[in-house]
């Protein structure tokens, strides 16, 4: 064979390259991109064993870097029940009933995507018990950080008349002296998750913590399926690099067995999870997996933590009360350790990623990196921020001078895809939502942006995120914090592997980077913004193998 072993011609091709920004054809050989030019040059490469793929002038882009998601968790949750949308008992009722009788064997019947107003009231234990009452069953939130559990889960967990939990975690308490079913936060609800059997895959992000006992073949062949249907998720929707946000050894193993096996079908980073109960020498672990696993399609080299909770369960840390409370939530890291824990980190040559969505939280986040660069000296430490949901204004020009990164996800302000509305006014200050969920105002003041879903927060479609993206309307009386389409297709591309540290691999599409690549079933340039999110994937190829070709079109090329 002879000549590139794919040609993809005839496209509009966003390259994310300063250097080269447009072309026609790409051409791709041993897994890197052989050539990205005109027609002409690229199709005069074409050997007797070139398949010659004809976009049809649609839109071909660097594959998608999804820089914020739960891979595994995600893969585990799409056999679970999914009630986003539902709103009302009837519905409610209907569904779970519906769940149990297709799935008599299972020892918790677990819901993903409740709504905080799924019903006219706060959920309770006894509103999931006129449900079903008979079988334990459970409901998480959205935000992956409330679940609402039925009186048989709570008591098969253990918890119906409360536990001990770290602080910022809570087993909510009735008047009655036991758990109402509203657990916030991952220790309060590990307990009810548990009950399926596999809380091992939640380790990452719950304990920080690997199994013990180890996970078997057995179990581990098990495990690898449902990481496999998470990637397939993922490359139907163009994705073909991720930042996994939860993880530890284990994690890694999954996929470094699935890569020898041939199925992993996407470049996966992985962190080790600091936790607040953790002593620094914990750190060595982290140390470990990033010398362990550094090839191109399994690495680490980075450590997550989480400064806050989250705004709807009022956990986010604020430097003000909540409306209409006395409350502001609590960091879950102290200050002074925060600093010192992150001097650690970055001494270790380690990059950093903290959940971060209360004012209070951002602020106490970037005065960490901060402390790390003053004690450590400046490097290319590429440090994060998740989330971002509401920042003081004095901290925003912090982000560009110190080199954070905002790592924020276009399907997360209320409005501007599925959550509603209705949050803003129960969580934030009318007067601060001008200071909430920023984009623009961040990369004006110099700040790298790095797109994605948080799946399985918010659906992965990286299309339905850019039209979020480019749709968003701007709250009343606030500033447009939309940023125009090349931005936002930078921001999942070229953005994501640079605050990735994976810029030398892939994020372009330039000779000799990876063959990684998107064909958009479109000309992303003429589709008008509210249609964007209907876009189909017509090509997802990661590392010249093609993941993802719904009408056969690399099958049929010759």
């Not at 509009?12 to 041993?30: C, F, I, Q, Y």
């Not at 948080?454 to 500033?479: F, H, N």
Request: glycine share 10%; net charge negative; with cysteine.
């Amino acid at each position: 064979m002879s000549g590139p072993e794919m040609i993809i011609t005839n496209a509009k091709v966003l390259t994310m390259d300063e250097d080269n920004p447009r072309a026609e054809a790409v051409a791709l050989s041993g897994g890197r991109i052989l050539a990205v030019g005109s027609r002409e040059e690229v199709e005069a490469l074409a050997g007797p064993g070139t398949r010659l793929l004809d976009a049809g002038g649609r839109t071909l882009l660097p594959g998608f870097v999804e820089s914020h998601l739960h891979l595994v968790l995600g893969g585990n949750e799409l056999s679970q029940l999914q009630l986003g949308g539902v709103h009302g008992f009837d519905d409610l009722a209907r569904l779970f009933r519906d769940y149990a009788a297709k799935n008599p064997e299972l020892p918790l019947l677990m819901a993903q995507g409740a709504a905080y107003e799924i019903l006219d009231h706060p959920v309770t234990r006894q509103d999931l018990d006129q449900v079903i009452a008979d079988r334990p069953i459970a409901m998480m939130a959205p935000d992956h950080h409330t679940v609402w559990a039925n009186t048989a889960a709570l008591k098969a967990a253990g918890i119906l008349h409360g536990a001990a939990m770290p602080p910022g975690h809570v087993v909510v308490m009735g008047s009655d002296g036991t758990a109402t079913g509203e657990l916030l936060e991952f220790e309060a609800f590990s307990p009810v998750l548990a009950l399926t059997g596999d809380l091992h895959l939640q380790l990452g992000i719950a304990t920080g913590g690997e199994p013990d006992p180890w996970p078997d073949a057995a179990q581990r062949a098990k495990d690898k399926q449902k990481v496999a249907a998470g990637l397939a998720h993922c490359a139907m929707h163009g994705i073909t690099s991720m930042v996994n946000m939860d993880g530890n050894r284990y994690t890694c193993v999954l996929l470094k067995e699935m890569e020898q096996e041939g199925r992993l079908t996407a470049r996966v980073k992985v962190p080790f999870h600091f936790k607040p109960h953790m002593d620094l020498t914990e750190l060595d672990r982290a140390s470990a997996m990033a010398a362990e696993f550094q090839g191109e399609w399994v690495t680490s080299g980075f450590v997550k933590m989480f400064m806050d909770g989250v705004v709807d369960s009022r956990t986010a840390f604020m430097l003000h009360d909540y409306p209409g409370t006395t409350e502001r939530g609590a960091p879950l890291f102290e200050a002074e350790r925060f600093k010192d824990i992150c001097t650690e980190i970055d001494r270790r040559g380690l990059q950093i990623a903290v959940h971060a969505i209360g004012d209070g939280a951002v602020r106490q986040t970037i005065d960490g990196y901060e402390a790390a660069r003053l004690r450590n000296g400046p490097r290319d430490s590429r440090h994060r921020i998740e989330h971002i949901e509401l920042i003081d204004r004095a901290d925003v020009p912090r982000l560009g001078a110190l080199g954070i990164t905002a790592s924020v996800q276009p399907p997360h302000p209320p409005g501007a895809m599925d959550f509603p509305m209705s949050t803003m006014d129960h969580v934030f200050h009318r007067h601060r939502w001008k200071d909430a969920y920023l984009t623009r105002t961040l990369a004006e003041h110099g700040a790298h942006l790095a797109f994605a879903s948080d799946w399985p927060v918010t659906d992965v479609s990286v299309m339905r995120g850019i039209q979020a993206a480019l749709t968003r309307k701007p709250y009343e009386g606030c500033q447009d914090e939309r940023v125009g389409l090349m931005e936002v297709l930078k921001a999942y591309t070229a953005g994501g592997a640079w605050a990735a540290h994976m810029e030398g691999l892939t994020g372009k599409l330039r000779k000799g980077l990876a063959a990684d690549l998107v064909l958009i079933d479109g000309d992303i340039e003429s589709i008008p913004a509210e249609q964007v999110g209907r876009t189909g994937i017509a090509l997802t190829v990661a590392g010249g193998r093609v993941t993802h070709d719904p009408s056969g079109m690399a099958e049929g090329a010759e």
